[in-house]
């Protein structure tokens, strides 16, 4: 009787499944220029603070078959982006065109390291859908892509990438608030911050980024 509670017990404990870290990114950045003049974006001044969070599950990604990139799934409601005193805004559920948004991880791709969010994988080249109307395109997108030294990652697993990178071993950005071809407001990169979910993070204002690469 004392063997079959004991075998028991050890079903029970191999049964408990594994959970996957929810794993928060925050995005800090300042205005540089705004080009809107109507809708929610024309009550956006230049020097008003950025603040964009998403999560994604750490288990939920796939690889790029061509570069050293690694693509996480956008969990979309868990998206805001505040501009000064607009916000928050989310982004457009489901996404038009049965589009998927990542957070893509790059690591030695090839000698350089970075960070973008996309509706794509591999590259930046189509950018999620935020629930405002454009003025050009049905909706404004958010384009947040910057790059690093290649020594700032160690693996593509994001568990392993968190924690916080501001202007230390920056080497390039592009972030904006764009409407089809147009760069409708311009963003000037602050920080990005990975954290597990549950991590209190808060947002800063550093000073202009632009000495970096003058």
Known sequence: MKRLVIFTLVLSIAAV????????????????YNQVNSGIFADVNSGDTVFAEFCVDSDDYMDSGTYNVRSYPVILSTFQLTIGSVGP????????????????????????????????????????????????????????????????????????AVGTYDYTGLTSFYTVIGDAWADAIGLEYVSMMIHTEGVAVESKTLTSVKSLFE
């Open 17 to 32: 499944p594994a959970f996957a870290e929810m794993v928060r990114i925050v995005c800090n950045g300042t205005v540089e």
């Open 89 to 160: 805004v989310p982004l457009v559920m489901p996404q038009p065109n049965g589009e998927t948004t990542y957070f893509n991880l790059r690591d030695n791709d090839p000698a350089a390291d970075g960070m973008f969010m996309a509706n794509a994988t591999e590259w930046p080249s189509a950018f999620p859908s935020l629930d405002e109307p454009g003025q050009i395109d049905p909706y404004f997108n958010f384009h947040w892509e910057v790059g690093y030294t290649g020594d700032t990652f160690n693996s593509l697993d994001i568990l392993d």
